[in-house]
């Protein structure tokens, strides 16, 4: 197992921000496929003789609402929630339960701007995800459950500048779109 670099003096920042570029200037021009797995890179160093240690996360976003229905009722109605979004759906599983696009070119999710949904970091004037091109996977797993269906939904993304060659930035998700996936079963479901 690679063993963290550790940095100290006082220009532990200096060196951890060298570092950091440097591991993005690796990446090649290819934009890496959304990946639901996380990974962690952690960085500890010593400053001002206090030890902190920064921890880089590259994980999907995953939330979950328990709906008072069977999963083949949920089942039924996803395809509209779906459409309702304007997400294609390109992958069904049935004996997974899962159905959804595990990763897609967009520019809006249910007409809001991407910057709603994620969080693909800022430059001087607006948000990256309402300017860099966007790769968002956003899949939908039912579960039973003692009291109905669990609706796991896992949203994924990584965005990358179209004015530069080089790699893609993973973007993290506010929630809001798990969560709006789960408000959307329960309005159809009482309808």
């Known amino acids: 197992m690679m063993q963290a670099p550790r940095f100290e003096g006082s220009g532990a920042v ?111 004037v607006r948000a990256n995800a309402d300017e860099y091109e966007v790769r968002l996977a956003v899949v939908v797993q039912l579960l039973g459950a003692e009291n109905g269906t669990r609706v796991r939904t896992t949203v994924d993304a990584y965005a990358r500048d179209r004015s530069v060659s080089g790699g893609s930035v993973h973007c993290l998700s506010w929630g809001h779109l798990e969560r709006r996936i789960g408000e959307l079963v329960m309005e159809r479901l009482e309808a």
Request: charged share 20%.
């Open 14 to 124: 200096l060196a951890l921000s060298v570092t950091l570029a440097a591991a993005g200037c690796a990446a090649g021009p290819q934009s890496p496929p959304p990946d639901t797995t996380a990974s962690t890179l952690s960085v500890g160093f010593r400053d001002y003789d206090n030890r902190a240690a920064i921890d880089l996360r590259h994980q999907a976003g995953v939330g979950e609402t328990t709906v008072p229905a069977g999963v083949a009722a949920v089942w039924g109605i996803l395809p509209a929630i779906f459409e309702q979004l304007e997400i294609d759906v390109t992958h069904v599983d049935a004996s997974a339960g899962e159905m959804g696009n595990p990763g897609y070119r967009a520019r809006r999710v249910g007409g809001e701007r991407m910057s709603r949904w994620l969080d693909c970091g800022r430059s001087l």
